[in-house]
């Protein structure tokens, strides 16, 4: 075992989280990324999923939604086996996912963008509770979604994805592309959601921000686990921030 490899501790498993991965191996045609990754979630988590560019980051997210098929590896959510669940089949099973890219619907209005994210049609109450929770939204229900700003849209990617009032919101690098003083507030946002009892994985790059709210952190590199920490572990991590924070 190398010296890097030494420091890094090993993976603490949850026997009961609510949404469990072992072992995840998937990839793009001949093209192999992921080579057996374990995530855990428990329930009211925030997990963070950081590492460098490439490492199958947003590939995780995809096979964790089955957006990707699995080659190898099983998730469990609340104990039932849905490693052969479709998408639309995960959501039923309280899932939902935001991607980092094409998250919103640029021509529809932010009302239409938050009813084809429900599971029921037209579901008003819930729609009221996305507005409680992104006043900027309310303001702007019949705003087209390609018109709103950076910050804006990613909240109603946000959004969108919590219609169906999921157990856990898979989430791919939402402070991407903001202005600083935004990053802050998607965190907060982040942090409001597991307060109102959906669990949360994000990957993101900035993890210092992302840290302040976060419970657990996977690093992964080149399609593995590297490391599992709780968050104030991570931030004191000297070898981490060596590898992986440039700092
Ligand atoms: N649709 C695709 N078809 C083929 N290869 C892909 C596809 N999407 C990603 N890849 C490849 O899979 C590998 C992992 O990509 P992925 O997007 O998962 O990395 P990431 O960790 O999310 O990176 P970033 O930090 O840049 O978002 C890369 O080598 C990438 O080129
Ligand atoms: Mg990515």
Request: aromatic share 6%.
């Amino acid at each position: 075992m190398s010296e890097t490899e030494s420091d890094i501790e090993t993976l603490r498993r949850f026997d009961d989280a609510m949404f469990s991965a072992r072992g995840v191996e998937t990839g793009y045609g001949d093209l192999q990324v992921l080579y057996g990754v374990d995530i855990d979630i428990q329930d009211d988590e925030i997990v963070l999923v950081f590492g460098p560019n490439g490492a199958g980051k947003s590939t995780l997210m995809r096979a964790l939604f089955k957006q990707l098929p699995l080659w190898n590896g099983t998730i469990e959510i609340g104990g039932e086996d849905c490693s052969n669940l479709e998408s639309n089949q995960m959501v039923t099973h309280g899932v939902a996912y935001v991607p980092q890219t094409s998250n919103v619907f640029p021509n529809l209005t932010v009302a239409e963008n938050l009813d084809i994210g429900g599971i029921h049609a037209d579901d008003v109450g819930r729609r009221h509770e996305m507005f409680e929770l992104f006043p900027r939204l309310a303001e702007r229900q019949s705003q087209a979604a390609a018109t709103l700003s950076g910050g804006e849209r990613q909240m109603l990617a946000m959004a969108r994805a919590l219609m169906p009032d999921p157990d856990v919101l898979l989430i791919d690098e939402p402070s991407a592309g903001l202005a600083p003083q935004l990053i802050e507030q998607t965190f907060e946002h982040v942090d409001q959601i597991r307060q109102a009892g959906t669990a949360v994985l994000m990957v993101e790059q900035n993890v210092t921000a992302a840290l302040d709210v976060t419970d657990r952190a996977y690093v992964l590199d080149m399609g593995e686990n590297r490391f599992e920490a709780d968050a104030d572990t991570i931030r004191n991590a000297q070898r981490v921030r060596d590898l992986y924070l440039g700092q």
